[in-house]
């Protein structure tokens, strides 16, 4: 997570307590996806591309069939990827790390792009939005790490509770002001009485 994600996730939430900025440096054992193809490996090796095989596509992870038909009724985030030849499998350990603050629960991928999986909760729901929003601005931004990634698509869970938007602040009323009314008489100033004599002190 950049600098920049970590503060406008502050910003959605101001009585969020988590500690948004211990997520932002990526742990030193875990180094980012391997940004070198086929054809730059076998240009190294002096090689034909087409009998260099592709180091970081495992079949086991990299799925064959499609991801997207087993995730029924769950939140989920999908990354479409432009080359099915640069989807990559050591990219799915590092979203998940990237992104663990968002209680990630699996990242799986297939020959269209990469799927990042959310619980099925209403905590789970709230965090595949932010983390929705967070890769979106990323992407946008060209800061996201996997260049192959063109685009990010949310599925929302069948059964999932929208939440209320929060009302804005309506402005305090106005006092009403008093209206004059003319009772048709002109008022009579008061003439106070002279004090009596008796009253006085000699």
């Given amino acids: 997570m950049t600098a920049a994600g970590a503060a406008y996730l502050k910003s959605l939430e101001s009585g969020d307590t988590t500690d948004y900025d211990s997520y932002v440096a990526p742990a030193p054992t875990l180094k980012r996806p391997s940004q070198e193809t086929e054809a730059s490996i076998a240009k190294k090796l002096r090689l034909n591309p087409e009998d260099v095989p592709n180091p970081d596509l495992n079949p086991n992870l990299i799925e064959q ?6 995730l029924i009724n769950i939140g989920y985030l999908f990354l479409p990827c432009e080359d099915e030849k640069k989807i990559r499998r050591d990219a799915l350990s590092f979203l998940k790390h990237e992104y663990r603050t968002f209680a990630v629960t699996e990242v799986r991928a297939d020959k ?4 990042m999986v959310f619980e099925k909760t209403g905590k789970g729901d709230r965090n595949l939005k932010k983390c929705f929003e967070l890769i979106d601005i990323e992407i946008d931004e060209k800061s996201f790490f996997d260049k192959n990634v ?12 929208e939440e209320p ?8 009323e106005a006092e009403p002001q008093m ?23 000699r």
């Fill in 65 to 70: 069939d499609s991801v997207q038909s087993d």
């Fill in 112 to 115: 269209t792009g990469y799927f």
């Fill in 150 to 161: 063109t685009d990010v698509k949310i599925s929302k869970r069948d059964d999932a509770v």
């Fill in 165 to 172: 938007e929060p009302e804005p602040e309506s402005e305090p």
């Fill in 179 to 201: 209206e004059e009314v003319n009772l048709g008489y002109t008022p009579v100033p008061y003439k106070k009485p002279a004090p009596r004599r008796s009253g006085w002190r």
